[in-house]
């Protein structure tokens, strides 16, 4: 947590239930979920308290939150769009899985935005990526200005044979 400078991470396991009986799941724990949206809600109060602003907020979990990749996104997304829409509110939500580049901003049900940013990978061969797709990771940057986050800039590297190239830049406001 770097509250202190206006910026809080969180990570979840969506790698979930474990089974020795073949692949896990693909879920979110309700009660750990449930538990960070606690913890978050204890954080804002304490800014509020302080007269500091509410941090920026940063989750990471492994695969889409949302329902817009079918059998390789979590289950339990409507769960996790109540929990992002209330208590876990977030500004930035990292994923991947799917071995596939891409940023947008997000709008949630209750017009809230989440900035997605969904990586590639670096290392997963050919047959496990989808065809027009290219080896690479995803660098945010978060711009602060007066002790808070102002704007979040996200750019998508790719491999271009033995090149590393800057594919895309993503500039979103915050506030």
Known sequence: MFAHLG??????????????????GRSVDEFVVGRVGETLDQIRRQCE????????VVGVVHHSPFGDVADRAIVNTDFFAKFLMGAGSTNLLC??????????????ED?????????????KLSRARDEDTNRGFNLCVLNRKGGSVKDCQVTVFEWMGQR????????????
């Open 49 to 56: 308290a302080n007269g500091v602003p509410k941090p920026f």
């Open 111 to 123: 017009q809230k935005k989440v900035i997605c940013s969904r990586a590639s990978t670096v290392t």
């Open 164 to 175: 590393l190239l800057s594919r895309a830049l993503s500039k979103y406001e915050v506030g």
């Open 7 to 24: 910026i809080v991470f969180y990570g979840l396991n969506s790698v979930w239930p474990a089974s020795s009986e073949g692949l896990p």
């Open 95 to 108: 994923f991947g899985h799917i071995h596939k580049s891409g940023v947008k901003a997000e709008e949630l």
